[in-house]
């Protein structure tokens, strides 16, 4: 009980730790000249670069860069100077647009996870994405291609592990379709009725992002990390 009672003050919000270097954190790294994926303790290291000059640069513990990119913009003492945060996918979160937008107030040219996929002709003509539904601005209402009605049923309202609260509302399949197949149609597979969960303000922020990212100013300025970061 002991140890572990230790493991746990090492590891904190962290999900494991090296014995021989407490700070290290195991996390897969990039493919060696053999691809061989290696997961090993290490760091994620961060660098923001204008014009292939090192403004800043910190060291986390944690694997994902979306949690990165709060506490390392805050650290940077030349933010001030610019109106931009320009950015990999691996960044894009509700979170990270919420504070760099309201916060910050700055423009976050940083894709989502999900936007090169919505880009394609796939995935806008998919019947099973929301997004393509019909959507009753009067009653509320989507209804899927196949013809099934949702209704808007609640709101709901999720916290992560690290505190950051997401609004959802919750539309369900109806009862009582115009047939019986369709009724058959709006349950799962358990017999229940089908569900889709809406975030409003995560899609309010990947039309922005979209929008922002196909504007001649955005496309050009995004260009401009190929030449400016990767380098670095």
């Known amino acids: 009980k002991q140890r572990y009672e230790e493991a746990r003050e090492i590891l904190q919000e962290r999900n494991s730790f090296s014995k021989t270097d407490h700070d290290a954190t195991f996390m897969r790294m990039k493919e060696d000249h053999m691809m061989n994926g290696q997961l090993k303790p290490g760091y994620n290291v961060q660098a923001a670069t204008n014009g292939q000059y090192v403004l800043a640069y910190d060291i986390f513990p944690n694997p994902t860069d979306t949690r990165t990119l709060k506490p390392f913009l805050q650290s940077i003492q030349t933010l001030d ?10 960044y ?3 979170e990270n647009y919420v504070f760099i937008i309201d916060e910050l107030e700055k423009t976050p040219l940083i894709p989502y996870g999900m936007y090169q996929k919505e880009l394609t002709r796939k995935y806008k003509n998919s019947p099973t994405n929301p997004s393509n539904w019909d959507y009753l601005e009067e009653t509320d209402q989507f209804i899927k291609p196949d013809g099934v009605v949702y209704s808007f049923k ?10 950051f609260k997401r609004d959802f509302k919750i539309y369900e399949a109806d ?26 303000t995560w899609n309010y922020f990947k039309e922005l992002i979209k929008e922002e990212l196909h504007s001649e100013e955005g496309s050009r300025i995004y260009a401009k990390r190929k030449i400016d970061v990767e380098p670095v």
Do not use: W
Not at 82 to 89: G, H, K, L, P, S
């Open 154 to 163: 609640n709101y709901s309202r999720r916290t992560d592990k690290y505190g």
């Open 92 to 94: 894009g979160s509700e």
């Open 81 to 90: 100077l610019f109106e931009n945060i320009v950015a990999d996918a691996g």
């Open 175 to 200: 009862n009582i379709q115009d047939t019986e197949e369709l009724e058959k149609l709006a349950k799962t597979e358990t017999g229940r009725q089908k569900q889709i969960h809406y975030n409003p």
